[in-house]
């Protein structure tokens, strides 16, 4: 596991759970608004996997659960091993992932106990949003893997305005018509992978309760943050 980054006290990222917070090092995406730039090269990581397992062991009692972020996670070689030797530990596993390998997701979902992942624009725009060329259709894939297995989770999108206007908001909750949970995240620019989304803008807090309403015509539940 390259591990860029490890938090080891979380209150808001795991829904209902104390967790400590584990950071990959590496991501196929180019997302300008990335909050974790550090985390975007696919270098060596700067924690070891030794270090974060024994720190687990000593919060047994004190930790519900570890989310695994990144970066995106699923780039890791040995994410499946991690995840199997943090759960005999007595924790449950949150995965955070861009969707964009659905094989590897769908062969680790019995090891999971949620999921979140980042739909970052409607089909149609994904491949300027993102920075790089995708296959739209592992998108749809892991939305699909995800809605079906059980395990619950939440779609989330970081709102930039440049980037998606309210209709492609919308456009995101038709394409999850039918899921429990999506949330929307307003963006954050102390640290940007590029410069000019350092003076990003996002939509206020009356436009993003309009869109809340709407996009409940399509989700279950519609969240905020």
Request: overall charge neutral.
């Amino acid at each position: 596991m390259r591990i860029g980054g490890f938090q080891r006290f979380s209150l808001i990222d795991y829904p209902g759970k104390i967790c400590a917070v584990v950071f990959t090092q590496g991501c196929n995406f180019r997302c300008g608004y990335c909050h974790n730039p550090e985390l975007v090269p696919r270098t060596e990581g700067k924690i070891s996997e030794e270090a974060v397992l024994s720190f687990l062991e000593r919060r047994r009692s004190l930790l519900d659960a570890v989310t695994i972020t990144g970066g995106e996670p699923l780039l890791q070689e040995d994410i499946a091993d991690f995840i199997r030797k943090v759960k005999e530990k007595g924790f449950s596993v949150k995965l955070d992932t861009n969707g964009s390998f659905p094989e590897r997701l769908s062969s680790l979902l019995d090891e999971l106990d949620y999921v979140a992942m980042d739909v970052k624009a409607p089909l149609y725009k994904y491949k300027s949003v993102v920075g790089v060329n995708i296959n739209e259709e592992k998108i749809k894939k892991s939305i699909e893997i995800i809605m079906n297995s059980g395990v619950d989770y939440e779609f989330r999108t970081t709102v930039v305005r440049s980037e998606l206007s309210k209709e492609d908001i919308i456009e995101i909750g038709r394409m999850l018509k039918g899921a429990k949970r999506f949330v929307l995240q307003k963006v954050r620019t102390e640290k940007v992978l590029n410069g000019r989304f350092r003076t990003a803008k996002t939509y206020s807090d009356a436009e993003f309760e309009d869109m809340r309403r709407e996009l409940e015509r399509y989700v279950e539940e519609c969240i905020v943050r």
